[in-house]
């Protein structure tokens, strides 16, 4: 069944705290991403399909400062800009966008802005990315310069959680780079990485889709999209590692750095927009002064963090879609509304009442709808009181009012609002109402794909479909837009757009960071008239499903899946055809006894990645009783440091050498002397002898000058972690 769209659509008003008033910028833009204020009062803006926009004197310039050639599909695109520090003498401003090329990444870019428009030829490519895969979502891309002149740049972890705990890997991470592309000296990794890695700031991040920098403290404060039950607000530190994919929220983990605030699925679901509050000049009252402000995408809202107490506070409800805050130095709020637009929260107690947005005149349909809306600053109170052809309407006393149902007889009426705060009264303009009595909406159908179509991971879904009007015929293709939304749970992402054709083809990825089965995508075919009446369809393609079993024997083995244990026996429903990543711990502690993984059900790999089949499947996994070898010897192949968890000195695994490796054969946490050292090589890995029978631990010295929450380096082996000088496992000798 078709609706129909008579309206332009519009945001309507949040609702703000008592004294503070809400109004528009400017509207008309096209899926934007972030944006950044010019020193003299302009604003450019980032559009997800590759354009740069600049917001002059509250009007949108119709030709864009920079169009570039970027793959929008999902959540690439466009998806970042900011302004170099000293930009009133360089001009210069920074991008972060997908490049489209037969092998995707995404890179950082800087151009000069000359006036309103990209200098020609001064693009200048300054970091390029790790190919992504094809996974279009979890590229982050918000970037902003430090207190200390470097740019910090949030990189999404490409919908796979092992890149996030990877240092071998771009993605998941904070970056840091100069202002011409090269790396800082002091990065915290730059010693022991090589190439591009050595732009590695910190690592463990999800989805980190905004931060922000405190303008006179440095502080950073990262926005990290959670998976399933936390949103986290992280603070900004060299070497840190987030913890994701081990943790998601507080972690009692000492090789993870808590978030510095998290909040449940309760209260939002996608933590994006966030700024400090300390303008130059301060508007609001005093004690909003450095606080936090962040918005929801999914729940819509801004709320506050208190620079004080920790503590969440309410600001704004009704908030459309934020995905960028900022603060102007006079002190006022603005955000950035992925609906297209910009809207700007001022503190005005005392503000004089004035009308900022004029009622628009409205056409509609026989049968439809029409709205009419005001938007006023003044006074804490303000109340309306809308009329037809001066005529008050009852029970019209909201900013916006809504028709229905609408007859001939309502044509060529006419609508205004009285707006009044106090003595103080103010009508608005008069705004005429067309009911169109000579036309019909079009009447789109999507033809392919048919009904039941049911969606698979690696699947490319083709669609098509057609439009005819009563008065215009068969609708050209130029008259047809096509929208693909990937639906998850409640929250609804754009996928992909299409425009002035009547079919074309999406694929569905094989990965993703959402691996419940609650997911579909809905196609939408919009047609549009002669009149300008549109009307569209829309679908949802449901997901096939597969159960895959898993347990294990012998002991109770938690299961890991896609990096998550899972307690055995588990069940777990997935849409067939995505890949999944499953491991059997290598051993496992079960009231100190210690178990080894002997196989699988099927004989395969202990870690393996599998595309969910059609079938459900089964896997058991064996394991055995560790047997405790007799007589002397010696522990050798200790490997600290490995990040990789492959119990391999890998090429982007730092060495500690020279570091006192001891059995404490006392289990008291000291060197004694009777018990056996060595120090490590310039491999790193450490041989152990003089053990007598027994089962120990085997702990390490910290390198001098170090402490033990410091965190920039790990100490693995197999799957055991510890950020202290304690590795938190019992080693065996050998015969």
């Known amino acids: ?321 934020p995905v960028d805050l900022d603060v102007t130095p006079d002190g006022s709020v603005y955000y950035l509304s992925y609906a297209g637009s910009i809207r700007k929260i001022t503190y005005a107690p005392t503000q004089t009442l004035a009308i900022t947005t004029q009622p628009a005149d409205a056409a509609a349909l026989v049968g439809g709808d029409a709205t009419f809306s005001v938007e006023a600053t003044g006074p804490a109170s303000i109340q309306y009181q809308w009329y037809r052809d001066d005529q008050p309407i009852d029970g019209a006393t909201l900013p916006t009012l809504a028709l229905s149902n609408l007859t001939g007889e309502d044509n060529d009426t006419q609508f205004f609002v009285r707006v009044s705060s106090g003595q103080t009264v103010i009508d608005s303009r008069i705004a005429n109402l067309r009911v169109i009595t000579d036309n019909t909406a079009p009447v789109p159908t999507i033809a392919t794909p048919a009904s039941e179509l049911q969606f698979r991971g690696g699947q490319t879904i083709q669609f098509s479909g057609s439009a005819t009007d009563a008065e215009d015929g068969v609708l050209a293709s130029s008259n047809l837009k096509w929208k693909i939304e990937y639906i998850t749970g409640s929250v609804v992402r754009p996928f992909k757009e299409s425009n002035a054709v009547s079919s074309g083809s999406f694929t569905i990825p094989t990965t993703t960071p959402y691996t419940e089965p609650d997911v579909a995508y809905r196609i939408t075919l919009t047609a549009t008239d002669s009149f300008g009446i549109s009307a569209y369809v829309s679908m949802d393609v449901l997901p096939w499903l597969s159960q895959i079993n898993l347990s294990s024997s012998g002991a109770d083995v938690p299961i890991l899946v896609d990096g998550q244990p899972q307690a055995s026996p588990a069940s777990l429903t997935s849409v067939e055809g995505l890949l999944r990543t499953i491991e059997a711990p290598a051993s496992y502690t079960v009231d100190g006894t210690i178990y080894d993984f002997q196989s699988w059900s099927d004989n395969g790999a202990r870690v393996r990645s599998i595309n969910v089949p059609a079938d459900d499947l089964t896997l058991v996994a064996t394991y055995a009783v560790r047997q405790t070898p007799v007589g002397g010897g010696k522990i050798s192949g200790l490997v600290f440091n490995d990040l990789n968890r492959n119990g391999i000195r890998d090429s982007n695994e730092p060495v500690i050498a020279d570091r006192r490796i001891w059995v404490d054969l006392n289990n008291n946490g000291a060197y004694d002397a009777t018990e056996p050292t060595t120090f490590s090589d310039t491999s790193g890995v450490y041989s152990i002898t003089g053990i007598p029978s027994g089962s120990y631990r085997v702990r390490q010295d910290l390198p001098t000058g170090w402490s033990q929450t410091k965190g920039s380096y790990y100490y693995y082996f197999g799957t055991t972690t510890s950020k202290t000088n304690i590795l938190f496992a019992s080693y065996l000798k050998t015969p």
């Open 1 to 321: 069944m078709g609706h129909v769209e008579t309206l332009e659509s519009r945001q309507l008003l949040a609702s703000v705290p008592s004294g503070f008033v809400e109004q528009s910028v400017v509207s008309g833009l096209s899926r934007p991403t972030s944006m950044a204020a010019l020193p003299d009062g302009r604003w450019i803006v980032s559009e997800q399909s590759g354009k740069l926009r600049i917001v002059k004197n509250n009007q949108l310039l119709v030709t864009p400062a920079l169009t570039i050639t970027t793959d929008s599909t999902g959540e690439r695109g466009l998806l970042g800009v900011t302004l170099d520090p000293d930009f009133n003498s360089n001009g210069y401003v920074y991008i972060y966008w997908t490049v489209k090329s037969s092998t995707r990444t995404n890179a950082v870019s800087r151009y000069t802005l000359v006036g309103d428009k990209v200098k020609s030829g001064s693009g200048k490519r300054l970091l390029t990315l790790d190919p992504l895969t094809s996974a279009n979502n979890h590229n982050s891309g918000a970037l902003h310069f430090g207190a200390d002149d470097k740019l910090y740049i949030a990189v999404g972890d490409n919908a796979d959680p092992a890149n996030s705990a990877s240092l071998a890997t771009l993605h998941g991470k904070m970056l840091r780079i100069n202002k011409d592309g090269t790396i800082p000296t002091d990065n915290p990794f730059y010693n022991t990485l090589s190439g591009s890695k050595r732009a590695i700031w910190a690592y463990g991040l999800r989805n980190p889709f905004t931060f922000a920098v405190h303008p006179q403290t440095g502080a950073i404060h990262i926005n990290d999209v959670g998976q399933k039950t936390f949103e986290e607000i992280n603070l900004g530190r060299a070497g840190a590692n987030y913890g994701w994919p081990g943790s998601e929220g507080p972690t009692t983990d000492p090789a993870y750095d808590n978030p510095l605030f998290y909040y449940g699925r309760e209260v939002g679901q996608a933590i994006t927009a966030g700024t400090f509050y300390a303008p130059a000049t301060q508007q609001f009252p005093a004690t909003y002064r450095n606080d936090y402000f962040f918005g929801d995408y999914a729940a819509g809202w801004i709320k506050i963090l208190d620079s004080t107490t920790n503590t969440l506070a309410d600001f704004a409800s009704g908030v459309d879609r």
